[in-house]
């Protein structure tokens, strides 16, 4: 399968505390995504990080990318009750349109 | 941005049954995709569906199980056909925001629950 994986697969913290979440991935990739999903709901895009990109930031979300391990983390720092949610990586398939998506990470922060 | 909404945002069906799922996009798009998320699970992708064409299924996915249409640029339906248990799942289409292989919008999704 080229499915990546994730770990942990489920994390609880306290408010405040930062949540790191790791994803593998097998192939050869021109960029990683993050996405967020509440409760079974739809898909929320959160980051792109490019393949010749090692950290990206947007708000308190932290990416790197290290394409020589084929791995990428999602640092959600600060955290907020309102994080809680299940956390994907999806990359391109090669050449195609497609996403592959990770296996996830639940994410629970306790007020 | 696009707006994409799913049609019905959930159902209960008995075995053997016939369901079929709308998904409508506020612009027009090139690329619509449907993925099966069963429970506790990640996405899978189900099929690509262009406008016009044939839709590209993906491995262990069938065009007799799951048929999909895509009458024009901002819609498309997929159907869950003769339903058993298994296909629980939520069931969500998703639309490319620009180049090929980026971001993706979801729909909000369609659990349905076969029983």
């Known amino acids: 399968s080229q499915q990546g994986e994730e770990d942990p697969q489920a994390l609880s913290i306290q408010e405040g505390e930062n949540a790191t979440m790791n994803c593998s991935y097998k192939?050869?990739?021109?960029?990683l995504q993050w996405y967020r999903q509440n409760s079974g709901r739809g898909l929320v895009h959160l980051i792109l990080?490019?393949?010749?990109?090692r950290e990206k930031h947007s708000g308190r979300l932290r990416v790197t990318l290290d394409t020589s391990k084929k791995s990428s983390s999602l640092l959600i720092t600060a955290s907020r009750a309102a994080d809680t949610a299940s956390y994907f990586c999806?990359?391109?398939?090669?050449?195609?349109?497609?996403?592959?998506f990770g296996t996830g990470t639940r994410l629970q922060v306790f007020p | 941005s696009a707006v994409i909404s799913q049609k019905p945002s959930r159902d209960i069906c008995q075995r053997g049954t016939s369901l079929t799922i709308q998904c409508q996009v506020d612009?027009?798009?090139?690329?619509m995709f449907w993925y099966r998320q069963q429970p506790g699970q990640s996405l899978t992708l189900i099929a690509t569906?262009?406008?016009?064409?044939?839709?590209?299924?993906e491995s262990g996915f069938v065009i007799d199980k799951f048929p999909i249409s895509r009458p024009n640029l901002t819609f498309s339906t997929l159907t869950v056909s003769n339903m058993s248990p298994e296909d629980s799942s939520i069931y969500l289409c998703?639309?490319?925001?620009?180049?090929?292989?980026?971001?993706?919008?979801f729909g909000p999704g369609t659990r349905l629950t076969v029983t």
């Open positions: 998703s639309v490319e925001r620009g180049l090929a292989g980026g971001e993706q919008y």
């Open positions: 192939t050869s990739i021109n960029n």
């Open positions: 990080i490019r393949s010749n990109e």
């Open positions: 999806a990359t391109p398939g090669w050449n195609t349109d497609k996403l592959i």
């Open positions: 612009s027009q798009v090139t690329m």
């Open positions: 569906a262009n406008q016009g064409s044939e839709a590209t299924y």
